[in-house]
């Protein structure tokens, strides 16, 4: 399982944030700095936890879709979790997502990133906007490979990305949220899932 790839130091972001939402708007002074002295009011509490609650709503689509098909991925709660905190249902929604990415890889089809990348660029998409769109193909066929109880590939990737150790969870949030909505909306994904 991917989790352990943020376990160590990269959950600062979504941990100040939390940490903000969690204490009704106190923080420790310089909690977004690092230097942590004394409790101070810290006025954006409510739009760290609005900000939090969009990005965990917004992956919805996508992780509903992964856990239709692999139901495992997603993750009991531990004892004693606090799972009211939003920060955290937000990690863990993250790591269900990308182990659910992991299990459906030999179930990509290479040609979809083709075709995904090709249909992408004639839209006129920008870069990140066609990689986007291609994660999202790639994820949606497997899903339907998967459901319609294809035989794996013999390609460990099958062209699904895979996260590297040391990426930024905020940074993978906002990446999986666009992927998340080209998976419910995007016309090149529709088309594709089609076949």
Same mark, same amino acid.
């Given at each position: 399982?991917?989790?352990?790839?943020?376990?160590?130091?990269?959950?600062?972001?979504?941990? %100040?944030?939390?940490?903000?939402?969690?204490?009704?708007?106190?923080?420790?002074?310089?909690? #977004?700095?690092?230097?942590?002295?004394?409790?101070?009011?810290?006025?954006?509490?409510?739009?760290?936890?609005?900000?939090?609650?969009?990005?965990?709503?917004?992956?919805?689509?996508?992780?509903?879709?992964?856990?239709?098909?692999?139901?495992?991925?997603?993750?009991?709660?531990? !004892?004693?979790?606090?799972? %009211?905190?939003?920060?955290?249902?937000? /990690?863990?929604?993250?790591?269900?997502?990308?182990?659910?990415?992991? #299990?459906?890889?030999? /179930?990509?089809?290479? +040609?979809?990133?083709?075709?995904?990348?090709?249909?992408?660029?004639? +839209?006129?998409?920008?870069?990140?906007?066609?990689?986007?769109?291609?994660?999202?193909?790639?994820?949606?066929?497997?899903?339907?490979?998967?459901?319609?109880?294809?035989?794996?590939? %013999? %390609?460990?990737?099958?062209?699904?990305?895979?996260?590297? !150790?040391?990426?930024?969870?905020?940074?993978?949030?906002?990446?999986?949220?666009?992927? +998340?909505?080209?998976?419910?909306?995007?016309?090149?994904?529709?088309?594709?899932?089609?076949?």
């Amino acid at each position: 399982m991917i989790g352990s790839a943020w376990a160590t130091g990269t959950l600062a972001y979504l941990t %100040d944030a939390a940490t903000i939402a969690d204490t009704g708007g106190w923080a420790p002074a310089g909690a #977004m700095d690092g230097a942590a002295s004394a409790w101070e009011p810290r006025p954006g509490r409510w739009l760290c936890t609005r900000h939090l609650t969009r990005s965990y709503r917004q992956l919805q689509p996508l992780w509903q879709a992964l856990c239709a098909v692999i139901p495992e991925i997603a993750l009991p709660p531990e !004892p004693g979790t606090n799972l %009211d905190r939003i920060g955290f249902k937000l /990690y863990r929604r993250v790591i269900e997502i990308r182990d659910g990415q992991l #299990m459906l890889r030999a /179930y990509a089809n290479a +040609s979809v990133t083709r075709s995904a990348e090709f249909q992408a660029r004639l +839209s006129g998409l920008r870069e990140e906007e066609r990689a986007v769109t291609v994660e999202a193909a790639l994820l949606a066929t497997a899903i339907n490979a998967k459901t319609a109880g294809a035989t794996p590939g %013999d %390609d460990e990737t099958g062209g699904l990305p895979v996260v590297e !150790p040391g990426y930024d969870l905020a940074h993978e949030v906002d990446w999986l949220v666009q992927v +998340s909505r080209a998976f419910a909306r995007s016309p090149i994904v529709r088309q594709l899932r089609r076949g």
